[in-house]
Nanobody, 116 residues
């Protein structure tokens, strides 16, 4: 069992930036892909971005494309979500997810609030 812990959330003004971290209690080397999701108040959880294990391809939802960047550091067992040009619609709880053969782990989430 690997635990994922998100951090880096907080309150920021529109146009600002935050960098979220997702740190694993064990190695993420065997993870096929790392993902970020978010859930706004009263809405369903939605996918934000994916970074496959090869690290060369990044997929991002249209709503964040060009503003958010996902990256990983296998040596630190960590995945990051750099969020720039934040908007009030980006407000929500952000979750990381690690998926591999036979496992699917979620973190507990970190709150991001963007004020207008």
């Amino acid at each position: 069992q690997v635990h994922l812990v998100e951090s880096g959330g907080g309150l920021v003004q529109a146009g600002g930036s935050l960098r979220l971290s997702c740190t694993a209690s064990g190695s993420i080397f065997s993870f096929n892909a790392m993902h970020w999701y978010r859930q706004a108040p009263g809405k369903q959880r939605e996918w934000v971005a994916t970074l496959p294990s090869g690290g060369s391809t990044v997929f991002a939802a249209n709503s964040v494309k060009g503003r958010f960047t996902i990256s990983r550091d296998n040596a630190k067992n960590a995945v990051y979500l750099q969020m720039n040009s934040l908007k009030p619609d980006d407000t929500g709880v952000y979750y990381c997810r690690g998926v591999g053969v036979g496992f699917d782990y979620w973190g507990q989430g970190t709150q991001v609030t963007v004020s207008s």
